[in-house]
């Protein structure tokens, strides 16, 4: 049955990315690497590194995966067309005389085109990333599920890296603790499209890329527009992490045994230690509720 | 011949690693994690990071040797009833109620058996690595060494470096500087292993496993009794480096006319300033002993 | 046409590097490591660390390429006759007595030969890396161009990661914000050598090979005579970077505007800002020229 729906989702799923989507991922990529303090002046200083870290910013979900699979690091660069169209893109974006680029891009219909359609390929890669490792592990879905979420989110993982390389590491930026929103959506897709991949979701999978790519720039432009960075399904986090990890309440109850037995041992104490200024924490987070 | 004492060591030699001492490894290297400070607020705050680090507590070694030999390094992820055993008790150990695990953990047998069994797993993973780095190199002796030594006690290098890039670094816990009993007793027996497979060791590889194994769980234990972490063969050490990298005596006689002489050349002093405090710290030695 | 000159450089080309230029790259890298502070030191505190980090030394340009290919990097171990060759001189360099080496290499005509013969190592490595990426990628010459680089001048960048994971970061040391003479150099000789093997330059490999070499040799000499780190070919750089990223007129120029119409947009603020103490930089610049 190929009902109008299908044939929409199909004609979806069979769009390519090449020359616009591409354009507007780099786009939106360098201009992020251009918001950071300082980039510019490194542009002019140094263009070569300047160039290397647009670079990092543009392919570095791919550089992520071929690390993690133990392919050529460098493939990337093998890609001449991607690479030029990605320079231009830097070259035009830093060296503009006027600063016409930034001047257009920091109107805000511009940013949501531009930041849509770097959402449509983000489902490009997630399910490019799911397939490729399937490849290579027949029935290796964790490493499905990584190489997806590493080829959809893991740009981010990268410039971190080379950003605590070069010195000028920003705590707050990093992705270890806390898991950014597209972090968190990268990885719900990449579970999804590895699931459809080993059958155990009956959903065609041009189906899911559309509700998918719909879901992912719908939530990403009215974050942009109520300008809050709070995530749609916190709700739906704190029940799970509740169920999976929550026992507060019998775990700080016996808390004080573990506390007196502790001085009986010496290894105790230390075992305890962590776990006090855990419940503290977790206490905290309930004042904060309550307030 | 097959002596009785033939048959024990090869029986012993074909003893499964899988489901009890797999276990028992995968337990010490998530107690040490736990007792990291600050390890359970992070599993409370962030669990799928705490998740991330387990796994590298546990799989740090195997993990190492496949980026030395350029093996996909998540192909650990791809061995589904590992990680998830793995997994499972890294959730008892951070998650369970009252802390029972740790409160049973504190006890000392349960500690001695654990990390006992836990040792019996090294000599294994050596052996599997010798023999993997020699499919590779067929006469590459000094890869078998390096590849067996990382199977062996890598996990420390690779957590470290995971220490590193989350900005939590100690330095006093690094394994580049002085190296602690592990790598120093894993390094002798891959050294072993390794002239025992290119037959320059005339000894059957089911003797060496096991009087190497009974060599390890012996000071191992021993040293968890008399807790202290003193080496065992530090004469040995310290007669062997003599040899090898000992001249103190003409070394600092001879110093002070490099000393005069550097005074003509530029450059010579630049040379001669670190090696004056590289007698320094010799003659520091020689006042620590004869005090 | 076999005229002398080609005979010549034909013979050149053929040169093995094996015994003696190898000898004088291992001898210069392991005395630009004894130059840095407290390395002696550590290699009597440590040995083995001391020694890794001489063959990182030695051997970080192979290691970079075969990182970036997805090489094993441990290979360079496979060679046992080369790391046999470094360990030794790393021996002699270290713990000879009284220090004859660095005695014998204070002396600047032995600097210079060793210097020397080792830039015309860094040709064959140069010529090496593009045809073994060629063998790889056929027509990704932004990789042969890479990999070149890598080879030829690759083992800084190791050895400052190597620093860096040691915690003995030196920022003024490091090769991400400004290139050192050497990067720019082998950067060029890699492009070049890429050109000639993609017929894209008709000149014969041999000659090329000897051109560069002799080119290599004597601006490192006379660099060192001449104890100045100013390099030969600024004029060039700077009309190139006038030329291709500089158009600082109309830039300040315009920077007026865009600092006022940032005013009205949130974003453009941001941007602006790093754009700004670019142009400051730029104008420090001037002064600098015109004062």
């Not at 160039?51 to 791919?62: I, N, R, V």
């Not at 392919?71 to 890609?79: S, T, V």
């Amino acid at each position: 049955m190929d009902s109008p729906w299908d044939e929409l989702t199909l004609a979806f799923s069979r769009t390519s990315m090449f020359p616009f989507f591409d354009i507007a991922h780099y786009l939106v990529s360098v201009m992020a690497l251009k918001r950071q303090p300082g980039a510019a002046a490194m542009a002019w200083k140094n263009p070569l590194s300047s160039w290397f870290t647009a670079m990092l910013h543009c392919f570095g979900g791919g550089i992520l995966s071929c690390v993690l699979l133990a392919e050529p690091p460098l493939r990337f660069l093998a890609n001449n067309t991607n690479i030029l169209l990605a320079s231009s893109i830097w070259y035009i974006i830093f060296f503009c005389p006027c600063d016409l680029v930034s001047q257009g891009y920091s109107f805000l219909p511009v940013q949501l085109l531009a930041a849509g359609m770097k959402e449509v390929t983000r489902t490009w890669k997630i399910v490019g990333g799911v397939t490729h490792a399937n490849s290579y592990y027949k029935n290796g879905w964790i490493v499905m599920i990584a190489i997806g979420w590493a080829r959809g989110a893991g740009g981010s993982i990268i410039t971190n890296f080379e950003q605590l390389v070069k010195g000028g590491w920003k705590p707050e930026a990093d992705e270890w603790l806390k898991m950014s929103y597209t972090a968190k959506v990268t990885l719900l897709g990449s579970v999804i499209f590895t699931f459809q991949h080993t059958k155990h979701l009956a959903v065609s999978r041009h189906n899911l890329m559309f509700l998918y790519t719909m879901f992912l720039v719908a939530t990403k432009i009215t974050m942009m527009i109520t300008e809050n960075g709070t995530v749609p399904f916190a709700s739906f986090e704190d029940t799970v992490s509740r169920m999976l990890f929550g026992w507060q309440q019998q775990f700080s109850s016996c808390e004080k045994k573990s506390e007196t037995k502790s001085s009986f041992n010496g290894t105790g104490s230390s075992t305890s230690k962590p776990i006090a200024d855990a419940s503290d924490t977790v206490k905290k987070k309930h004042t904060k509720k309550t307030e």
